[in-house]
């Protein structure tokens, strides 16, 4: 498949401007007349062009331009003198406007009527006050905090991202633990690279200088449509990048390249697989970067644990000229030997690496293809050729600094991750590029910074541990075993895992089941809509039943909302104030240079109808509840910066007993980034963002980090440990994890990633996997994108959506033809669904294929948000369905298909 593209061909349908004007006078007069009938005040705003931030996605914010006349916004575009995204606008960046003049959004502050709850009952809602709604809730919170402060959840999702406050800093003032975002299972995506890179995302491509780019189940460079992503992705490619994707689906990225099917859930497979061939049959990896850049030469005692100096207890290595063991820090070391044996103070030991080694003699392409269906021979190109293309050896220089350079980046995704083997497979993916040195340098695989209270900032990220290895960071710090729970999410059994609403759920339902000592009885639901996006919905339902009283920060009158007995109207992104930080490329007179941008989200216009942004609202339920000022307030906890995606820093931390405005905590943001230099008001109508340039450590953090000074680990004693550790616990407290036998959960705790069968028996009749994935209109849930006309206009377009997918041949075979209903059942309760079959050469032979997560089964939602289908019905969300140490759910889930 060709290859010859350009940025304009590769965002060509995404980022075109849209207009109010170009849907004609009848749509123009829809929105003008939604204000005039509905806005809380006539506009004040002038007519003027606006440069603010879009928040329709939780990824960085892309800059954009929007024109206002006579109060309405009527045009929105990318702005060109952004660095994030350089004028580019994705699809829903450009629907904006449609969002924010959507009549089915929630206009005013609701009260339930009919005190009984469930998804086809009426609430009965009646129109109240603010300070009714307001007044109402505190009291609950103030009540239920009197009681016990742990029967408050705290329930939110990605839409949270648009806000300065997300919660955490609430929940800590409040005294209740119960603080989850419910987007964690099927985003759990952050385990290997906090273990073993200190950051919070990748390894990702170097856009700059990978040429060989291998994605395993990752479609969020192009696919999910984010404007900067695909603009980096298109450079890339256009700049001799070669592609191959590993994947059920053949996306966008895989339309650029070569695309390599997969059988689903088998990804753990062919990494292990291609780390076979490159160290037992080419026999050609980066053996200084093993040797001085990890802790593959560490000796490992009979126990799986490192072998320690008994003086000062530091790990030991083996040096081979000196035929002596030395403490891994030692500066007379020779060389590191990488195999043998040896005796150390009367302990048989041998390094990290042979262990390693001898771990995956047995993962043969041969034994992969018949796991994977991938042919042996292909496994072996594959990895011939990236092999090939690291240059092992080789050097770049940049900017007058000299790195190494290893062109290459092995890039695992959501789709991969999602599995119950995710965090394994994670950490095993990253030592790939480890294999050939590809990590941190020029070319290789970068780690990726987070939300600022989520990351550590570059180059600490490397920053090594007392054992001179990379310090697990971010979602790899483990939890201290607390006991009995303290929390309804069970992270005293899964001490690593990302978010788990799902258990939080169950156990609403079941506290004793997680040895709960507490019944939860309030809960605040906003910006996340755990009916649609948790596999089990009827689950959640159930138990937001049980909850004595629920609150809703709404878009809409979605699932969860339908549950509140009090409804507060959410302002969306025109109407806000906020700012952020965000990383972005500039050209300079030495070249390309990392650079960090402030960005603000004007509030462009008046709000449309009586609501507020949340972060209002959280400060004034703060006041109201007692917890916003002084010493452990909501004001004192934003101003550590542990808590909040933004800082507040120096001159601008919030006085402990001063209320403030969304606007002025804005400002504040900014001028704690540049030191006061900017102004929110003065940015309104600028396009050019102040920025500062980063060193090239920024770019890649190894610099920061010279050889020896920090390894990163290929052997994965931490993960042992904190095994051990937690066994240990649980047979003390005489303790089961619910569902867990103790044998299954510590195959997961292994210093040296293995292969992991699934344990659950499935019945021969359901022989296909359902598969899901991002499409480019609907990746988030942010800004109601389920409800906007014009995505659903452009969405049509998409052969793919709101259908069945089937392998051709596939379907022939079972006597299927295109355009068939057809139902999809799972082997789990029995759960289905029906829909209209789409054969095509997309697909793997085995897979059925649903877009996205569609079928929202409110009546109170704009009625195009009902179509499509609902894949997280026919998915099970059982112990043995979870990964216990990234948190994920496993997203290769067994299903039957037949003719309705």
């Given at each position: 498949m060709?290859?010859n ?25 829809g ?11 006539p ?22 331009k ?25 699809s ?7 969002s924010?003049?959507?009549?089915y959004?929630?206009k005013k502050?609701l ?9 086809d009952?009426d ?6 006050s603010?300070?009714e709604a ?21 329930n ?17 003032a ?40 291998i994605?395993?189940?990752?479609g ?8 900067p ?14 592609v ?23 990804d753990?497979?062919f990494v292990?697989?291609m ?12 053996v ?12 490992v ?8 100096d008994?003086?000062?207890?530091k ?8 035929n ?37 003699v047995d993962?043969?392409?041969e034994w ?18 990236f ?30 991750v999602?599995?119950f083997?995710?965090g ?15 990590l ?9 910074l ?12 490397l920053?090594p ?5 990379v310090?697990?960071k971010?979602?790899?710090?483990p939890?201290e ?11 005293t059994?899964?001490p690593?895992s ?42 959640v339902l159930?138990?937001?039943q ?88 909501v ?39 540049r ?8 940015m309104r ?11 090239e450590?920024?770019n ?26 937690l ?32 344990k ?8 296909m ?11 988030f ?20 959506l ?11 075979e079972?006597?299927?033809k ?9 082997f ?6 029906e ?7 997309a ?15 409110s ?12 894949f997280?019905?026919?998915m ?8 216990p140490?990234?948190?994920?759910f496993?997203?290769?889930?067994k ?6």
């Open positions: 060709s290859r593209i350009s940025r304009r061909s590769m965002i060509k349908g995404s980022v075109a401007t849209v207009t109010l004007a170009a849907f004609g006078a009848n749509f123009f007069d929105p003008k007349h939604i204000v005039k009938a509905s806005a809380v005040n506009s004040t705003i002038p007519d003027e062009t606006v440069y603010s931030m879009c928040r329709q996605c939780v990824l960085p914010a892309c800059g954009i929007l024109d206002v006349k006579d109060g309405v916004a009527v045009n929105i575009e990318g702005n060109p003198e952004a660095p994030s995204n350089n004028g580019a606008l994705c829903r960046g450009n629907a904006t406007l449609a924010v003049y959507n009549p959004r929630v502050p009260k339930r009527t009919n005190p009984k709850k469930g998804i009952e609430p009965g809602w009646e129109e109240i603010w300070e307001l007044g109402t809730i505190a009291e609950e919170l103030k009540r239920v905090r009197a009681d016990d402060p742990r029967k408050f959840v705290w939110n999702g990605f839409a949270r991202s648009g806000s300065m406050l997300e919660g955490m800093e609430f929940c800590e409040f005294g209740t633990p119960n603080y989850v975002e419910v987007d964690g299972p099927t985003c759990s995506v952050h385990f290997g690279c906090s273990l073993l890179m200190g950051n919070f995302t990748g390894p990702s491509y170097d856009a700059g200088y990978t040429k060989y780019f994605a395993v189940g990752e969020s460079n192009a696919t999910c449509g984010y404007a992503n695909t603009q980096g992705f298109a450079d890339a490619v256009a700049n001799g990048m070669k191959v994707c590993i994947d059920p689906k053949c996306n966008v990225e895989a339309s650029k390249g070569e695309w390599i099917p997969i059988r689903p859930g088998t753990l497979a292990l697989a780390q076979h061939v490159i160290v037992h049959e080419l026999k050609r990896f980066d200084e970067f093993i040797k001085r850049r990890t802790n593959a030469p560490y000796l005692g009979p126990d799986g644990h490192y072998v320690r008994k003086d000062t207890d790990p030991l290595v083996w040096d081979e000229i000196a002596a063991a030395k403490t891994f820090d030692d500066k007379t070391v020779a060389d590191y030997a990488l195999n043998g044996k040896f005796d150390v103070n009367g302990v048989e030991c041998q390094p990290g690496f042979q262990i390693y080694v001898s771990s995956i993962y043969t392409p992969a293809e018949e796991k994977t269906t991938i042919k042996a021979d292909t496994i072996r190109r594959i990895a011939r050729e092999v090939e293309n690291a240059q092992i050896g080789s050097t770049i220089t940049i900017n007058g600094t000299v790195f190494p350079y290893r062109p290459v980046c092995f890039e695992v995704g959501r789709g991969a999602t599995q083997y995710g394994n497979f994670h950490c095993s993916s990253i030592i790939v590029n480890m294999l050939v040195g590809a941190d340098v020029p070319g290789g695989g970068i780690g990726a987070g939300p600022n209270h989520k990351c550590t900032p570059v180059p600490l990220a920053k541990d007392k054992d001179g290895i310090a697990p971010v979602e790899a710090v939890r075993f607390e006991w009995p729970p303290n929390r309804l999410d069970a992270k059994f899964f690593y990302h978010d788990n609403p799902h258990i939080v759920f169950d156990a609403i339902l079941d506290p004793e089941k997680y040895y709960l000592d507490y019944t939860p009885e309030v809960m605040l639901v906003w910006g996340g809509n755990a009916v649609v996006r948790l596999y089990q919905p009827e689950k159930e138990a937001m049980k909850l004595k009283f629920i609150f809703a920060i709404s878009y809409s009158l979605d699932e969860p909302t339908q549950m509140a007995d009090i409804v507060l109207p959410e302002a969306v992104g025109l109407e806000r104030w906020s700012a952020a930080t965000r990383p972005g490329m500039v050209n300079t007179p030495n070249g390309t240079m990392k650079a960090i941008f402030s960005m603000a989200a004007q509030q462009v216009i008046d709000r449309v109808y009586d609501s507020r942004q949340p972060d209002e609202i959280f400060v004034d339920l703060a006041e109201r509840v007692g917890i916003l000022y002084g010493k452990g307030g004001n004192d906890l934003l101003n550590t910066g542990r808590f909040a995606p933004v800082p507040f820093t120096g001159a601008f931390q919030l006085d402990l007993n001063t209320k403030y405005t969304a606007k002025e905590l804005a400002n504040r943001v900014l001028k704690s980034a030191g006061g230099e900017v102004d929110i008001d003065k109508h600028e396009a050019k963002l102040p920025a500062q340039l980063l060193p450590k920024a890649y953090p190894s610099l920061a980090w010279p050889v020896g000074t920090t390894r990163y680990a290929l052997y994965l004693e931490n993960l042992l440990f904190k095994g051990e550790d066994k240990t616990n649980l047979e003390r407290v005489k303790a089961q994890v619910p569902g867990w036998e103790m044998d299954n959960l510590m195959e997961h705790y292994q210093p040296v990633v293995r292969w992991m069968e699934k659950r028996q499935i019945p021969s009749e359901y022989d996997y359902a598969i899901n994935w991002k499409t480019a209109q609907y990746s849930g942010n800004g109601g994108s389920a409800e906007n006309p014009w995505l659903d206009e452009v969405a049509q377009l998409d052969p793919h709101h259908v069945i997918c089937m392998n051709r041949s596939t379907g022939e079972r006597g299927f295109d355009g068939d209903t057809v139902w999809v059942e799972s789990e309760g029995g759960s289905k669904f829909g209209r079959l789409k054969l095509s050469e697909f793997h032979h085995e897979v059925v294929g649903i877009a996205g997560l569609f079928g929202h089964t009546k109170q939602m704009n009625p195009i948000a009902r179509k499509g289908l609902h997280n019905k026919v099970a969300n059982g112990p043995g369905d979870i990964d140490i990234g948190g994920g496993d997203g290769s889930h299903v039957k298909v037949y003719k309705a």
